[in-house]
């Protein structure tokens, strides 16, 4: 015969499984609406009528709508940028840099360069009097980790005789700029249209890392 607790684990386990759901609806329709209305605009009864949860749910899972705000902005740079940055492989074969180089900076583009991800910078950067702590947030775990992890990479390949690099952090940030100043500030200034087609930014990668290896590659 099992036991009440036996018994009241799968019970416990579906719980947790629903609350988990209603979590991940109320993210995903909060993003919806920050997007579309603002941060101002944004309401709570209307995330719930899209969420399909209670206003008293959505306050069970947040405390407030800055709450919401916070942990959408964060929890999307950090997907954003594990994606970008985990497993990313080892070069297996030493004269192929540039081919590993491109492949790094073109997932690094098709990554960040999504509608969604500059809907979401211009909507901090516009928040930013209220949220400056929120901004920040968003350039540690976009840009200065991008350029951390871009570092440590370098640092291995320079161990191997791979580039010729004196400082790696440098390095990294000349390479993450190199590649995505132009196309980004586009995005960000010229809206969503001005996204480059993933042919445009496979070549924008190519040239990128041809000038970053005429700095730093092996001569």
Do not use: C
């Not at 994606?83 to 900076?105: C, R, S, W």
């Not at 809907?119 to 947030?137: D, M, N, S, T």
């Not at 350039?139 to 990479?153: F, H, N, S, V």
């Amino acid at each position: 015969m099992a036991t009440p607790t036996a018994a009241a684990k799968p019970a416990r386990n579906e719980e947790a499984g629903s609350s988990a759901r209603k979590h991940r609806a109320i993210l995903d329709a909060a993003l919806k609406v920050f997007l579309r209305s603002g941060y101002l605009g944004a309401n709570m009864e209307e995330i719930a009528a899209l969420s399909a949860v209670s206003k008293q749910t959505i306050y069970k899972h947040f405390s407030s709508k800055e709450a919401l705000f916070i942990e959408i902005v964060t929890s999307m740079a950090d997907v954003a940028s594990a994606t970008v940055h985990n497993e990313i492989p080892e070069i297996a074969d030493d004269k192929d840099i540039a081919g590993f180089l491109q492949m790094y900076a073109y997932r690094q583009l098709t990554v960040v360069l999504t509608p969604r991800l500059m809907q979401l910078r211009r909507l901090v950067i516009g928040e930013v009097a209220r949220f400056p702590e929120l901004a920040k947030v968003l350039y540690e775990r976009g840009p200065q980790r991008a350029i951390a992890a871009l570092a440590q990479t370098f640092k291995r390949l320079a161990g191997r005789g791979l580039l010729v690099i004196d400082d790696p952090l440098i390095a990294a940030s000349q390479f993450n700029w190199l590649v995505m100043s132009e196309p980004l500030n586009k995005a960000m200034l010229l809206g969503d249209e001005a996204i480059p087609k993933l042919t445009a930014l496979r070549r924008h990668a190519a040239e990128g890392v041809r000038v970053f290896l005429a700095a730093y590659g092996k001569k």
